[in-house]
């Protein structure tokens, strides 16, 4: 299977993700309520909440900045960053199937979690394989258990 993911599209994507985590994060720690009003949501009744989320999502947006200068060394940043879509969406699923959330407010973080998801996944995979097939000599034994005990 041929990868479309090397390294340096992997450090522009991270870098993409760090730019608009800093602008999500940045825009719902200082204009949360019309945020919300654009996207014809009912506004949060704590706003706090959703400015401490914001502190987080920009908090990430600098790890993901972090991880696009060397994603081969950072590759648990990404591996967080995949986790940080994947259960928050159950979460929203799960609000929706229960009814609290509406089909709109889904929709949206479906659209923006599935995509990162999608990214960061292959981005993981290009590390992976990167690092499984690369060409090089045999390991000897002791450096596989120096390996190991780090």
């Known amino acids: 299977m041929k990868s479309y993911f090397t390294l340096e599209t992997s ?3 991270l870098k993409y993700a760090a730019v608009f985590h800093a602008l999500m994060g940045l825009i719902l720690i200082f204009f949360s309520a019309i945020l ?14 959703w400015q401490a989320v914001g502190v987080g999502i920009t908090i990430i947006g600098g790890g993901y900045y972090l991880a696009s ?4 060394e950072h ?12 259960f928050p969406l ?4 799960k609000s929706f199937l229960i009814g609290h959330l509406s089909f709109q407010g889904l929709f949206l973080f479906l659209l923006n979690n599935l995509l990162w998801i999608a ?3 292959n981005i993981l995979l290009c590390l992976y394989t990167a690092k499984t097939l690369e060409e090089s000599e045999p390991k000897k034994f ?7 005990r780090t």
């Open 11 to 13: 450090q522009k994507i």
């Open 142 to 148: 002791h450096d596989l258990i120096k390996f190991v």
């Open 90 to 93: 159950l979460v929203f699923i």
């Open 119 to 121: 990214l960061f996944y």
């Open 75 to 86: 590759w648990l940043m990404i591996l967080v960053g995949l986790f940080l879509n994947v």
């Open 69 to 72: 200068l060397d994603p081969e």
């Open 36 to 49: 919300f009003n654009l996207l014809t949501l009912s506004p949060p009744e704590n706003v706090d909440l």
